[in-house]
């Protein structure tokens, strides 16, 4: 029965979860986020040999130039890299299956731009704010932007439409970066700002990946904690209620983790779009609908992806740093437009 | 019989409509007036009229004519054009959500203009920038069309957008990296042009737009009936003898022309094609044939009067705009069926 509708599920419309293929995927992903871990410590302005990143981890010596390097500039990347990059996957796979929209990403519904803005007043009105504020002001920011469009969004006689929810979230975007156009306009921080917000994993320091993690891990931990929900929420509202389901409390409580793991990756890598929006479509491709195994394959693949990307921007020109979030639209505007076209075909 | 009372009734209703256009006609004037006084250096009324009649102090005539005139004169046009391509843009898709902005067009304007000032230098040929900003746009409208446009279907409008967005992002990342790579003068000049700046406009940037908009506006209005026609849908309008996929092709090319060189001389400026025709469609109703011009004339008042609100504060007109805009955007989103 099991394998029958799974062989049903390769056709195209997928009614099982593989918990077997989710097992590989998560004990393959990690194998591979750690690869290219090294990887992405060993290259850069300076090339690094594998050899040095393994001694400069394991037995570290203060004396060398090499591992000063690595301890103190790339391993808080590669760590920000993989903790931003689950993060946001989860955030986009949370929003996904608990809008049942296949568009939902963090960076298409205004959430990173509400947190870029709460950045850029932070920057222009209290400069010099310590790191923990920032990512509370940026938490603020991203429940701004959120609110705004699952407002406009709902308050609409026809409902929660996928189309309505992406124009609404242009439509927020665009009001909340003229307003972050406008703070850093006036007050000549454009430069500073355009670096930070087109995704700089450059400049991450030990400090923010210690505030990050914590936030980042509890709500990991949280949303595979409510996987199960989500999962019935994912089959609509109805369904949902009518198998117990506290919908109000469910929904509220996965709004919390969207907006705390997208803030805080922004506040530290800026508003890299567009992993939200892949990453749990390929895990629903790889492991069926159960989000109790998407949400942690997500993460994984995430994390793995924002890695890949990093090294990829690194690559493409050492010396002048690409932002990875131009790498990770480069990879997301394909696949959105493969989505929204798929999606008018099959209806 | 029938027919007269139907045609007594069409009548009347185009002289509520002339009204209500002479009436936005005035109000451009009001506004051109009170414009004319604010900004960061005031003029009083009476100053304002001096230095007209050629009576007032060098530095009065040189704030007027040279700083504010062009600069008043440049946001009635471009509020115009917006306003009528966005007009287009709605009666071809028949989504009242249709906007250059929303479409991508004005994305695909400015990632050419950033090119040409990151290769040359922050002040090249005003006459060049519409040329080069509309291959810009039209690749990207092309880009948009192409990818929406099905066989035996045409172009459906909830692809159109999707696709539109998806095609703006893509840009704005390119943008992006490009910006990255600029010195701190032209980084500052191409954030404040992508903002939407109608600072910095002297009358050469008037003359290089003017001769787009005196060939384009005609074209449009040439065609308000078959606009109108096609908002039948596409089997009524070819039924009843329109061409409707080659006619929607030229339109889509027209109101992207206009676009596109509003963008290259004024920056990229959101959302005032998509206010302007709904504010217009409230005051004069569907028919195209006083559409049109009502909603240039929304668009221009619109410009205008956040161009007059942000020159004191010397933010970006694009900023105003965006924050009067957006807001609609989400109304109209909200109170819209499907």
Same mark, same amino acid.
């Given at each position: ?151 406009? %969004? ?35 921080? %454009? ?157 | ?16 409509? $002339? ?78 959500? $249709? ?240």
């Amino acid at each position: 029965m099991n394998s029958e509708s799974a062989s049903h599920g390769e056709s195209g419309l997928q009614t099982t979860a593989r918990p077997l293929a989710a097992v590989l995927i998560l004990v393959l992903g990690l194998v591979a986020l750690i690869l290219a871990a090294a990887v992405s410590i060993s290259v850069g302005a300076t090339d690094i040999s594998l050899d040095t990143v393994w001694n400069a981890v394991f037995h570290f010596n203060p004396d060398l130039t090499t591992h000063q390097i690595i301890r103190e500039l790339r391993l808080p990347r590669v760590l920000a890299a993989a903790l931003a990059g689950a993060a946001f996957a989860a955030a986009g796979a949370i929003m996904q299956g608990m809008t049942r929209n296949p568009l939902a990403d963090s960076g298409i519904l205004g959430i990173n731009a509400g947190a870029g803005l709460m950045l850029a007043v932070c920057f222009a009105f209290m400069p010099g704010l310590p790191f923990i504020s920032l990512m509370l002001f940026a938490f603020a920011g991203a429940a701004l932007g959120a609110v705004i469009v699952f407002g406009a %969004g709902s308050m609409s006689r026809g409902g929660l439409s996928p189309l309505r929810l992406v124009l609404a979230g242009a439509a927020t975007s665009a009001l909340l970066l003229a307003i972050t156009d406008g703070i850093a306009i006036h007050y000549q921080i %454009g430069r500073d700002l355009a670096f930070w917000f087109a995704g700089g994993l450059a400049g991450v320091s030990w400090e923010q990946v210690r505030l990050l993690a914590p936030w980042i891990l509890v709500c990991l931990a949280g949303a595979v904690a409510l996987s199960r929900s989500i999962t019935l929420l994912s089959l609509g509202n109805d369904i949902a209620i009518g198998l117990g389901q506290r919908i109000g409390l469910v929904k509220a409580a996965c709004t919390l983790l969207v907006l705390v793991l997208a803030g805080a990756s922004v506040s530290v890598v800026g508003a890299v779009g567009f992993l939200g929006l892949i990453i749990p479509h390929v895990a629903r491709y790889l492991v069926g609908v159960d989000y109790r195994w998407i949400i942690p394959c997500s993460a994984v693949l995430g994390a793995l992806l924002l890695e890949l990307s990093d090294i990829g921007a690194r690559l493409f020109n050492p010396m002048a740093e690409t932002p990875v979030g131009a790498v990770t639209a480069l990879l997301g505007v394909p696949f959105f437009l493969y989505l929204a076209m798929r999606d008018r075909r099959s209806s | 019989m029938k027919s007269t009372a139907f045609s007594h009734a069409e009548r009347s209703r185009g002289i509520r409509a $002339a009204r209500i256009m002479g009436i936005m006609l005035l109000l451009v004037v009001v506004l051109f007036m009170i414009s004319m006084n604010t900004g960061v250096i005031r003029l009083a009324p009476l100053d304002v009229l001096r230095t007209l009649s050629g009576s007032g102090s060098d530095n009065q005539e040189l704030i007027l004519f040279q700083f504010r005139l062009p600069r008043i004169v440049m946001s009635l046009l471009i509020g115009a054009g917006f306003g009528l391509s966005g007009c287009m843009l709605q009666g071809i898709t028949r989504n009242a959500l $249709a906007e250059p902005g929303i479409l991508g067009i004005n994305a695909g304007a400015g990632l050419v203009v950033l090119l040409y000032v990151s290769s040359h230098a922050v002040n090249g040929s005003v006459f060049l920038l519409p040329v080069l900003s509309l291959l810009g746009a039209g690749a990207a409208a092309a880009l948009i069309y192409g990818l929406s446009y099905r066989r035996h279907q045409g172009v459906s409008t909830i692809r159109m957008l999707l696709v539109g967005i998806a095609i703006a992002a893509g840009i704005n990342a390119l943008t992006l990296v490009l910006t990255l790579k600029l010195n701190p003068e032209q980084f500052t000049y191409v954030q404040t042009w992508l903002a939407g700046s109608i600072m910095g406009t002297d009358w050469r940037f008037v003359t290089a737009l003017l001769p787009w908009l005196v060939v384009l506006l005609p074209v449009a209005f040439a065609k308000a009936r078959i606009l109108d026609v096609m908002n039948l849908g596409d089997f009524t309008a070819t039924g009843l003898g329109s061409a409707v996929q080659r006619e929607r092709l030229y339109l889509f090319a027209a109101a992207v022309g206009l676009a596109a060189s509003c963008t290259a001389l004024g920056g990229s400026i959101g959302f005032v094609g998509l206010i302007g025709p709904h504010l217009a469609r409230r005051l004069v109703g569907p028919q195209h044939r006083q559409l049109l011009p009502a909603s240039a004339l929304a668009g221009a008042l619109l410009v205008m009067a956040a161009d007059t609100i942000a020159r004191p504060f010397d933010v970006p007109t694009g900023i105003v705009v965006a924050v009067i805009g957006a807001p609609y955007f989400l109304y109209l989103l909200a109170k819209s069926r499907n």
